[in-house]
């Protein structure tokens, strides 16, 4: 297997800008190389991609530490580790909290340069680059499991649903701050009063870890943390089953979509479902293309029962299971096989979990807690804003914004699943849930990674566009941490999210404009050859 480079190692690397600066760099790694400590990390004019391995390595150990210091745990009584004498000096001192805000900006931005640099090595390295890559996503992912959550707090949500849930609440119609002393136990005050988005075969395991648990939020956070490893699992196994039943290079789509630094540090690293629910779909999706559709529709409905929103994608999956001139006839036979079984499942969850169907008004309703950051959110928030100048309710006249924008993704997506001659099933279900991300009033940040897996196994694009990708990864990744930094309220946190700006775009800068190993790839322009790449 091969894995294409937008730049590959032949063209020689010139920088228009810094080029004095990037020729001093690149001489000092060589003198560094030849220390036997830094020679590994360094390069040593060695070209396997065990190197780039070892470095993201090193990077993800950075941000364990880092995560120690200003990773979110709870102040509950319960909490085994708030007040560890190991951690205190972590949490509580200045030295700290800026030593680790350093350690998790930095190795977060070095995880991304390892995360470039194993694709030129494993493309310029004899071997099966998708062992390779596999090999670094596992090697990036064991530091993670011992850290505590970064870039989101959602776990602990997921932990009061779970405790709602044994308290015989439903998430669907009560909510996390109904429970005595919630806000301790780490829930975000924005999610504590909205009700749940997630599917009652999730809530259901929510309650049997909060169960197993007994409240104590580390043991919580690690059974949550096996669900998210297993996604990443999924996740890896789907995508290169599904690049080999298309016939497609499976390297690039799992270098860019499972590999990819914002996926492992906010499925791990943040401990999210959302990993599961898309390794479920695509699992789906495999199993179809290997004539398996009763189980493909089984493992895709479990996803929607993670969660819903990936109802989205069940027309696609009956249109998978068709030629793509398949008659209206044999569109409505496929999407009721696949409705019908989907129904039946989510019924029988329901029917177990005792939240039947509630799901569908908590998933229609979802969007009370608008974010300013999504395009629709802000629209909606604005037209209630003018609307209550002239004496209207302004959560309501935003509320009907948002089901306008809804009933359109759902106009768009019936129009995809419709059109004729039918689109390549899997990345038009990568085009519906894309739709329904763009058009909702919440656009959380992580949603991109929900998209890439069904882009990059349909489809090469050209390089312009991969290299917007990789900016927008760093620039997602960089907010995330810089937005979600837990510290005492005695500290400045403008000041500390001020540190963590600039240490992430001064490394953001390096990357982009002056590494002479990772400039090119952004598109750097050429002045004179550097060596032959080496590290």
Sequence with gaps: MSLPDPQPSQNPVRVRHFAGLTRSLEALRQRSSRVPLLGRLTGGGDSTPDIAIAQG????????????????????????????RFL??????????????LLLALGSMLLFRAWLRLRQRAQEANGNPVLAITKAIWAWSIPLLFSFPILSKDVYSYLGQGRLMHAGLSPYTDWVSQLPGWFAQGSDSLWAESTSPYGPLFLMYARFVYFVSGGVPEYGVLLMRLVAVA?????????????????????????????????????????????????????????????????????????????????????????????????????????LFTGSVALGVMALLGWASGLWFGWIAAMAGAGSA?????????????????????????????????????LASL????????????????????YALGTAVVLAPIIQPWYLLWLIPFFA?????????????????LLVLLS?????????????????????????????????FIDPKTAGIFGADRLRPLQQDTN
């Design 57 to 84: 390595l090193l990077a993800s150990v950075m941000v364990m530490v880092g995560s120690w210091g200003v990773g979110w745990i709870p102040s509950s009584q319960e909490s085994v580790l708030a007040r560890s």
């Design 457 to 473: 196994i349909s489809r090469r694009y050209p390089v312009n566009l991969e290299r917007a990708l990789y900016i927008l990864c």
């Design 370 to 406: 608008a974010f300013p950051y999504a395009p629709v959110g802000l629209l909606g928030m604005f037209v209630g804003w003018i609307g209550s100048l002239a004496g209207g309710d302004l959560e309501l006249i935003a509320g009907v914004v948002f089901t306008a924008f809804r």
């Design 411 to 430: 106009a768009i997506v019936f129009w995809l699943a419709i059109r004729r001659p039918a689109g390549p099933p899997l990345l038009y279900a990568g």
């Design 88 to 101: 205190l000096p972590l949490r509580v001192e200045m030295l700290g909290v800026i030593t680790c805000t």
């Design 480 to 512: 995330g941490v810089v937005d979600q930094l837990s510290i005492g309220q005695w500290f400045s946190l403008l000041w500390v999210r001020i540190f963590a700006a600039v240490i992430g775009l001064a490394y953001m800068g390096y990357l982009v």
């Design 231 to 335: 996604g990443v699992l999924l996740c890896a196994y789907a995508v290169v089953g599904l690049a080999k039943a298309t016939g497609r290079d499976a390297a690039w789509p799992l270098w860019i979509s499972v590999a990819n630094p914002l996926f492992l540090l906010n499925m791990i690293g943040g401990v999210h479902n959302d990993g599961l629910m898309i390794g479920g779909v695509l699992l789906g999706f495999l199993l179809v293309a290997r004539k398996r559709r009763f189980a493909g529709v089984l493992v895709a409905t479990a996803a929607i029962a993670i969660k819903p929103i990936v109802v989205l994608v069940l027309p696609f999956l009956g249109l998978a299971m068709l030629s793509r001139t398949a008659s209206n006839t044999q569109k409505l036979r496929a999407w």
